[in-house]
Each structure stands twice: as C-alpha cells, then as structure tokens.
C-alpha cells in the first residue's frame, strides 16, 4: 500500500513523492503491513503531539503511533519534527533529507512492532542493517551519547 505523506514544512530536495517512495520501501523490507501516515511538521506539533500522547512537554524528532489491532489495512501514523531533524542533521554532517529518512525508518520499525527500550539491542541491530540497505547515514539509536534520544513512543494512536 501507498503511504500518506503530509509535508507540512518543505525541505530542500524533499518531495511527499521521494518520502512517499521512501516508506513504501522501507515499508516493504521490514515487512510492515498495512498503509502508513507520516506527517512531516514542526516541533510546536509534535510538543503538542507529545504532552497529548505521552505526558511529556517537551519536543521530540519522531512519534509512532500504532493502529489499534482491530484497524484493518492500516498500520499506523508517523509524526517527524523538521526543526529537529535540520539540527540533528547539522550536528551528524548529513542532509535534512536524510535526517528525515533516518527518522520515518525509525517510526516504521516502532510500527512493525520493535522496541529499542525493551528488546535488548533487537531494533538497533535491525536498524543498522536497514540503514545500511537503504543508503542512510548512523541510525538513530547509533548516535554518539551527546545526541538526543530516541523517543519513547506511545501505543496509543492520536485522533487527527
């Protein structure tokens, strides 16, 4: 299935085509079912999206919100903050783009049900290769200390 991607902030060389393109494959070899949302927005969203969902009042890069189990054809939504991605691409010397992609990978493995908090080293490894496959540069949870962390994600989808 064709993923939804709502491109609220515009990025230099980033299309709804190319993320589009992007999550159906990476979709595609985690082996997701089932149509994805992304939302590519701010961090004043995802602040808002965050104190909502999980209780915490601050912004973070990247929320995953699984479909309840009785949502058939749809896997989830996935909600990436731009302003973040940008600084964390500038600090890791790589695109926003890519950032982005990093991110929307991330938000996939959480919907197809890893859990980098609990599953001792499982995602990571997951991720790293995916990564790897996929073209994109250090993954998410293989960031240096200094960088910030990886959300915890709620399982509860938000209402849009």
């Known amino acids: 299935m064709r993923p939804t991607i709502i491109l609220e902030r515009r990025v230099p060389n980033v299309t709804e085509q190319v993320l589009e393109r992007f999550a159906a494959r990476a979709c595609r070899i985690t082996g997701l079912r089932g149509r994805v949302t992304v939302l590519v927005t701010g961090s004043r ?60 990978l991330h938000g996939i493995l959480h919907l197809a049900g890893y859990d980098h908090e609990h599953d001792r080293g499982e995602m990571a490894k997951k991720e790293m290769l995916l990564r790897r496959r996929l073209a994109l540069p250090a993954a998410l949870i293989e960031r240096a200390s200094g960088a910030p962390k990886p959300a915890k994600l709620s399982r509860t989808r938000p209402r849009v």
């Open 45 to 104: 969203e995802l602040r808002a999206l965050n104190a909502r969902f999980r209780n915490k009042k601050n912004a973070t890069d990247v929320l995953s919100f699984p479909a309840p189990p009785f949502s058939d054809g749809f896997a989830g939504d996935i909600a990436v903050s731009v302003d973040i991605a940008a600084r964390n691409a500038r600090q890791l010397g790589h695109s926003t783009g890519d950032e982005i992609r990093i991110l929307i």
